[in-house]
């Protein structure tokens, strides 16, 4: 993923671990390559991380749960 509207180009990375837990599975997803001190990487970073606690996770669950 990039910003192409930054003033210097970015690229972010997702990275995904499984870790068994008790009778189940833990995922830890983890999102890096933002710089915070920018106001638009900073508000991208955050919108990332509302739409992977709103829409994606839920979605995931319900595809692994069917």
Do not use: C
């Amino acid at each position: 993923m990039s910003d192409p509207r930054a003033d210097y180009p970015t690229r972010w990375i997702v990275g995904w671990a499984l870790h068994p837990q008790g009778h189940g599975t833990r995922l830890l997803l983890t999102q890096t390559g933002f710089d915070i001190e920018d106001r638009r990487q900073k508000m991208a970073r955050n919108a990332v991380e509302r739409s992977w606690k709103r829409l994606l996770l839920p979605r995931l669950g319900q595809v692994i749960l069917h």
